[in-house]
């Protein structure tokens, strides 16, 4: 952790991010920063999830703040230039950069957090020769020696709790930031970002200064984490191989306090460099496991869990965030908090939904775990009603759905239509490996239940129609005269099936019909 005061590499990492063909510009989030220099709202901590561009905003302070270099090259056409503060504190500071993921040779917290200090007190010294022929107490007090003002830019300020490190000293660290920190006069700025945020202990958190911007709580700076919408579509016109219906269907599912889409930007900016989408999820330990948390209480998350690989969101008031030091989530809204914090489900006016396509890929893979129970049985098992549609096999289908009804799940039990839904989607889940799979989507002259929009040339296209008290081929009927194939002729699919199915309520029967449509 050497070369922490002055360096260079944040103007280096941001010169490379500037010049990327793919880059966004979010450099007016410096004018907000700047207001709070030298205030006693000069404490901004940041935490959101993963991939959701924390550090290039960080790497992009550390270039625009620090005096040992002329920035004014990578600033001057971008949008902090046309605003007033720009040049009140361009090149003004001396940074004191930290990012808290580095390990220790030893194993100890003691290894730790010395690696920490004598970065520190080693580039104070070095900048400030005098200090090394006195002595201090502390690192804050050799600092205040200095008789100058510092901007800290701290990077993963969690990493110890988030990877349950030093556990017995977690409270240690947390006095050690506040000890180098509150209320020093040597402190202009302190902008700390990470996962997860400070916990609020009962007796007041030792980092009480800092005033917090989260998943669930950001009202100032949550579009500068994160792709807008219109910043996607600009981004999808720099090339033709993808649009923005494409990016929206695998990265989009965030959401502003004010309801403004967002969108994962390292995977956006992936998909547009490989010109495809797939899932570029990057699993860095457990905590970035679907798996991982519901495992917690999987008999309380189950049904929810259906409904939302469903499509369906789920109605849940989420009052407290998941928080660094706190005890392993137990209940449904403890579990799901953490999901929101990791970013692992999206959050919005009390509904919690699986954001897009790329998580929708982990869920399902988690629904495959034998501990999901019969769950995991369906979902294994699901192919074969995939390849017994493409053969006209419906009386294997209807066989299918009807185990799928008699399951243990209540939500299977044919309540409403959502619940009808869910059993056709749990049927075909593995469907989506080679299918676009849509509900209730506008096509001819209404809305169909299902289409599943193949993703190769050699696949038909598949309509599905649900009934109750019918017949199948009342619903074949209705796919033809309400013309619901037109969608899929319209993007050249030459090869369509249709699919009624339909469900008698007295004989607690179903009964499917497969017809391939001229």
């Known amino acids: 952790m050497r070369l922490c005061f002055n360096t260079k590499s944040a103007y280096i990492d941001f010169n490379m991010l500037v010049h990327d063909p793919?880059?966004?510009?979010?450099?007016?989030?410096?004018?907000?920063?700047?207001?709070?220099?030298?205030?006693?709202?000069?404490?901004?901590?940041?935490?959101?999830?993963?991939?959701?561009?924390?550090?290039?905003?960080?790497?992009?302070?550390?270039?625009?703040?620090?005096?040992?270099?002329?920035?004014?090259?990578?600033?001057?056409?971008?949008?902090?230039?046309?605003?007033?503060?720009?040049?009140?504190?361009?090149?003004?500071?001396?940074?004191?950069?930290?990012?808290?993921?580095?390990?220790?040779?030893?194993?100890?917290?003691?290894?730790?957090?010395?690696?920490?200090?004598?970065?520190?007190?080693?580039?104070?010294?070095?900048?400030?020769?005098?200090?090394?022929?006195?002595?201090?107490?502390?690192?804050?007090?050799?600092?205040?020696?200095?008789?100058?003002?510092?901007?800290?830019?701290?990077?993963?300020?969690?990493?110890?709790?988030?990877?349950?490190?030093?556990?017995?000293?977690?409270?240690?660290?947390?006095?050690?930031?506040?000890?180098?920190?509150?209320?020093?006069?040597?402190?202009?700025?302190?902008?700390?970002?990470?996962?997860?945020?400070?916990?609020?202990?009962?007796?007041?958190?030792?980092?009480?200064?800092?005033?917090?911007?989260?998943?669930?709580?950001?009202?100032?700076?949550?579009?500068?984490?994160?792709?807008?919408?219109?910043?996607?579509?600009?981004?999808?016109?720099?090339?033709?191989?993808?649009?923005?219906?494409?990016?929206?269907?695998?990265?989009?599912?965030?959401?502003?306090?004010?309801?403004?889409?967002?969108?994962?930007?390292?995977?956006?900016?992936?998909?547009?460099?490989?010109?495809?989408?797939?899932?570029?999820?990057?699993?860095?330990?457990?905590?970035?496991?679907?798996?991982?948390?519901?495992?917690?209480?999987?008999?309380?998350?189950?049904?929810?869990?259906?409904?939302?690989?469903?499509?369906?969101?789920?109605?849940?008031?989420i009052e407290e965030e998941y928080s660094a030091g706190q005890p392993t989530p137990k209940n449904r809204e403890e579990i799901y908090s953490a999901m929101i914090t990791y970013g692992l489900l999206s959050y919005h006016d009390g509904e919690l939904q699986i954001p897009n396509k790329e998580l929708m890929i982990e869920f399902e893979k988690a629904l495959k775990d034998n501990d999901f129970g019969y769950v995991a049985e369906l979902v294994k098992n699901s192919n074969e009603v995939l390849n017994a549609t493409l053969d006209k096999k419906g009386d294997i289908v209807a066989a299918y759905l009807h185990n799928i009804h008699n399951s243990e799940l209540p939500i299977l039990k044919y309540n409403d239509e959502n619940s009808l839904s869910c059993i056709v989607t749990l049927a075909y889940l593995s469907a989506r490996n080679k299918y676009r799979v849509e509900r209730e989507e506008k096509s001819g002259k209404g809305f169909v239940d299902f289409i599943f929009y193949p993703r190769c040339k050699n696949l038909a296209g598949i309509i599905i129609e649900l009934k109750a008290d019918k017949t199948p081929k009342d619903a074949i009927a209705q796919i033809k005269e309400r013309e619901y194939s037109e969608k899929l002729k319209k993007e050249n699919v030459t090869a369509i099936l249709a699919v009624g199915i339909n469900y008698d309520t007295n004989k607690k029967e179903h009964q499917c019909v497969i017809e391939e449509l001229l």
Request: proline letters at 2%; glycine letters at 4%.
């Open 22 to 317: 793919f880059f966004v510009d979010k450099s007016d989030l410096i004018a907000k920063i700047n207001m709070r220099i030298h205030t006693k709202n000069r404490y901004i901590c940041i935490t959101k999830p993963r991939r959701f561009g924390k550090t290039s905003v960080l790497n992009m302070l550390g270039a625009y703040y620090c005096k040992s270099y002329d920035s004014r090259d990578l600033f001057d056409g971008l949008k902090i230039s046309k605003l007033e503060s720009y040049m009140t504190h361009l090149n003004q500071y001396n940074v004191i950069n930290l990012c808290l993921n580095h390990l220790p040779n030893g194993n100890s917290y003691k290894d730790y957090i010395h690696l920490i200090k004598h970065s520190i007190i080693h580039d104070i010294t070095e900048a400030y020769p005098s200090l090394k022929e006195q002595e201090f107490n502390s690192i804050a007090e050799m600092m205040t020696a200095t008789e100058d003002k510092f901007i800290f830019v701290i990077d993963e300020w969690d990493y110890i709790f988030s990877h349950d490190l030093y556990l017995e000293h977690h409270g240690d660290f947390l006095e050690f930031l506040r000890n180098l920190l509150k209320d020093k006069p040597y402190v202009a700025l302190t902008y700390m970002t990470g996962v997860l945020p400070i916990k609020k202990y009962s007796t007041g958190s030792a980092l009480n200064m800092f005033k917090e911007y989260t998943m669930l709580k950001d009202p100032v700076f949550d579009t500068y984490f994160g792709f807008t919408e219109s910043e996607v579509e600009l981004l999808c016109r720099q090339q033709t191989a993808l649009t923005l219906d494409n990016i929206r269907e695998w990265y989009n599912g965030y959401q502003t306090r004010n309801g403004k889409r967002l969108y994962n930007p390292r995977a956006v900016v992936c998909a547009l460099e490989d010109s495809t989408c797939q899932s570029y999820w990057t699993r860095t330990g457990k905590i970035d496991e679907v798996l991982f948390f519901l495992k917690y209480n999987i008999g309380e998350v189950r049904e929810d869990i259906v409904k939302m690989v469903n499509g369906i969101s789920v109605r849940i008031d």
